[in-house]
Antibody, heavy 121, light 107 residues
């Protein structure tokens, strides 16, 4: 069965860095685009970043552009989010989510369980 | 960026009754709209894509309609497990954007 398992969250001070990982299994990872989507405590969903199936196309939300870097390793079936210069407003549960094979933009069929990032001094 | 606006913010409905949730886009998204259900402590679950197509395993009591800028999610006869927060999402343009959510609560 399809599984997306995030890891790497935790408590970090403002200005610090964190690297999130998402391990994928149960499907051909290299066929799907992936996104990171976050949810601040008690708030709604916010799309953060997108990477195409090959990794050649990348998008970021304006709120994280220049601070976050998305990447993937198709040989390891893994997705990453390098987060630098973290701010209090980056505090959220971060989900990795899978798009639809063959689409460059679609709904999200599968979601991980999320990993909590807390930015606080 | 396309702004998605959901209404109402909270909807109180009795079990067995019908619930109608609305989602409006600030510009046309064609039929490129999805609905998700989220329960406390859980990840969102896909319900509807293409504005009206139910995802795999989603009961027939869930239906979606609309195109362009106006969309509706209808739950025909509410079951206890349907009380949750519902989000719409447009994928017509990047950045993908979500509505702020409608909390469906038991009346």
């Amino acid at each position: 069965q399809v599984q997306l398992v995030e890891s790497g969250g935790g408590l970090v001070k403002p200005g610090g860095s964190l690297r999130l990982s998402c391990a994928a299994s149960g499907f051909t990872f290299s066929d799907y685009y992936m996104s990171w989507i976050r949810q601040a405590p008690g708030k709604g969903l916010e799309w953060v970043s997108y990477i195409s199936s090959s990794g050649s196309t990348i998008y970021y939300a304006d709120s994280v552009k220049g601070r976050f870097t998305i990447s993937r390793d198709n040989a390891k079936n893994s997705l990453y989010l390098q987060m630098n210069s973290l701010r209090a407003e980056d505090t959220a549960v971060y989900y990795c989510a899978r798009g639809v094979a063959g689409y460059s933009s679609s709904w999200y069929e599968e979601w991980g369980q999320g990993t909590l990032v807390t930015v606080s001094s | 960026e396309i702004v998605m606006t959901q209404s109402p913010a909270t909807l109180s409905v009795s079990p067995g009754e019908r619930a109608t949730l609305s989602c409006r886009a600030s510009q046309s998204v064609s039929s490129n709209l999805a609905w998700y259900q989220q329960k406390p402590g859980q990840a969102p679950r896909l319900l509807i894509y293409g504005a009206s197509t139910r995802a795999t395993g989603i009961p027939a009591r869930f239906s979606g309609s609309g195109s362009g800028t106006e969309f509706t999610l209808t739950i025909s006869s509410l079951q206890s497990e349907d009380f949750a927060v519902y989000y719409c999402q447009q994928y017509n343009n990047w950045p993908h954007t979500f509505g702020q959510g409608t909390k469906l609560e038991i009346k």
